[in-house]
């Protein structure tokens, strides 16, 4: 068993529960992380995706009684009815256009400069949602939007399909400026990160099989396990931070990223290539 690669699982699983679920971009972070590790290859790509599971059932368990509730209430509840199609609705765009446009975007998109600018743009628009006024906000929860307000996030959520875009930021942010209040847009972030991300990583590891033994079978563990108790951690510290703080910070954190991006690609001190 190869300690060393065990304890590059878990910083990749760390880094990945850490910035999954911020408006920072967790695929920015995982090639940085990568590259300074060596953690690198097809191979590598694969468990980027994979360890996305560990993360989102940290959110399973953190919402585990809403998500209990609506399937128990399913047969008999309009309500709970109308919340599960709004979860699929929203989670369909990105199927649609992951399954049509995925391929051209991991070819041609995934370069410093696109990473980077995504990043120092997300930023900006962080500002410019924070500082719109209370009174644009017409949804306070969940439980309150239309299946019109779901499409409209889901389609938000497919700018993450661009690089450094942050899929909770564009749920999120995209969210805020559709009228949703930041703690509504941010739990429907969270609700439609759970068939996203879960798709997202059996489809890979069923696509990239043919790469993967036995004995990778402790890495992806190792990395799963750090993903989900980091990402826990992080999606508790998130709710209550929300509760009286805006994402002012993390636009500060995009562009200062985004300027890192460009630093550390101009000067070859990461290979920023792939996809």
Not at 72 to 95: C, K
Not at 156 to 170: D, E, H, I, K, N
Not at 238 to 250: A, E, G, H, T
Request: with cysteine; glycine share 8%.
């Amino acid at each position: 068993m190869d300690i060393v690669l065990l304890v590059k699982a878990a910083i990749m699983g760390v880094v990945e529960g850490l910035t999954e679920f911020l408006p920072i971009s967790s695929t920015g972070h995982l090639i940085l992380a990568g590259a300074l590790l060596g953690f690198e290859g097809e191979k590598a790509k694969v468990f980027d995706i994979a360890i996305q599971t560990g993360a989102i059932f940290a959110v399973i368990l953190v919402y585990w009684q809403k998500i209990r509730s609506t399937v128990v209430e399913l047969p008999t509840s309009a309500h709970a009815r109308r919340f599960a199609l709004n979860v699929f609705i929203g989670f369909l765009p990105a199927v649609v256009l992951a399954l049509a446009f995925g391929k051209l975007i991991q070819a041609h998109l995934f370069t410093p400069m696109v990473v980077a600018t995504t990043f120092i743009l997300g930023g900006f628009v962080i500002l410019w949602a924070e500082r719109r006024p209370n009174a644009s906000v017409r949804v306070h929860s969940v439980d309150d939007m239309t299946p019109m307000d779901a499409l409209k996030v889901g389609l938000a959520q497919c700018l993450a399909m661009v690089p450094g875009t942050s899929r909770s930021g564009a749920t999120i942010i995209g969210g805020m400026l559709l009228g949703l209040s930041r703690k509504a847009a941010t739990d429907f972030s969270f609700f439609l990160a759970m068939p996203t991300l879960i798709g997202a990583g059996v489809y890979s590891l069923y696509k990239q099989r043919a790469l993967l033994t036995a004995a990778d079978i402790p890495m992806f563990a190792v990395g799963l396990l750090f993903s989900f108790i980091s990402a826990w951690f992080c999606v508790r510290w998130l709710l209550r931070y929300i509760s009286s703080n805006s994402f002012v910070p993390f636009a500060w954190y995009r562009i200062v990223f985004g300027i890192i991006v460009l630093v550390t690609a101009w000067t070859g001190v990461i290979a920023w290539h792939g996809e």
